[in-house]
């Protein structure tokens, strides 16, 4: 097995945007800046924020963070939505997800001026903002020259929005794609599991590239690939204490395979991309 390391690509990106933050603070401009919305007291999303803080830091990017208490009213959220839309100092905007329940997720992500939506999650946004879950994959892609002209994909997925978007990046590529949607199988009967399992199966078998985003520990072992197959990995679950891909990293390790690890893998990139956008919306508004 080939495990690619995403951390030194991720780091490779950082390198990158650095030399553009660079350029930016020698020509004595304003760095670029991204807001971010935090609403409650979730644990992992006050995590991931102070990370996304953290890593802006080493990449020459300001952060604002607008923090709102658990139970605010989502007029109070659109109001800063608004101010943000308009403030000429934000160049870019992040509300970080899951929301709290009362609060209306589609109506607050529309809310943002698209031109300013750091995770490339509206629809109308611009073509150089890209979802950093798909730009991590396409530059996997690239940094192990893999070459998609004629080859086929295999897209395990629970979520029909996500797999479709994937779908329609790779597609882009000459890539055959096959989506498999396993969309609520932890909950379906032991025959049902066993017959969505061996379609899965059989379809990631022919497949040169494997992208699965399920959230099912280990569910892609060494009868799932042929040789020379690329595993992307997305997945990522908790089994006790320890975190876990989609992709059976033991079982997988005596094949000819390449594979993106949890953790280690797409993880690391996804921040990195982030700030790829932060920095690509920064130079669309200052042309
Ligand atoms: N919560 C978990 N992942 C993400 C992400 O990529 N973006 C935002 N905004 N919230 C998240």
Known sequence: MFVIDGKSIADKVQDEIVAETLKIAQAGESRPNLAIILIGERED???????????????????NLYKFEEDAK?????????????????DAILIQLPLPAHLNTDKILAAMDPLKDADGFLENKPDYVLSPVIASILRVLSEIAFAPQ????????????????VKDSLAKFGLQINLVSLQGFE???????????????????????????LGLPEFIDDTFV??????????????????????????????????TP???????????????????????RKK
């Open 226 to 259: 042929k040789d020379g197959a690329v595993i992307i990995d997305i997945g990522i679950s908790k089994v006790e204490g320890k975190t876990k891909g989609d992709a059976d990293f033991e079982a997988l390790a005596g094949k000819k395979v390449w594979l």
């Open 45 to 63: 999303s006050k995590l991931y924020v102070s990370l996304k803080q953290r890593e802006a830091v080493k990449v020459g990017i300001d952060t």
């Open 74 to 90: 989502e007029e109070e959220i659109l109001q800063a939505v608004g101010f943000l839309n308009n403030d000429p100092s934000i």
């Open 262 to 284: 949890v953790p280690g893998g797409i993880g690391p990139m996804t921040i990195a991309m982030l700030f790829k956008n932060v920095l690509a919306i920064y130079q669309h």
């Open 150 to 165: 004629g080859k086929t994909a295999c897209i395990l997925h629970n979520s029909e929005i996500f797999g479709q978007t």
């Open 187 to 213: 909950a379906k009967s032991a025959d049902e599991q066993k017959k969505l399992f061996l379609s899965a199966q059989a379809k990631c078998l022919s497949a040169d590239l494997i992208v699965s985003a």
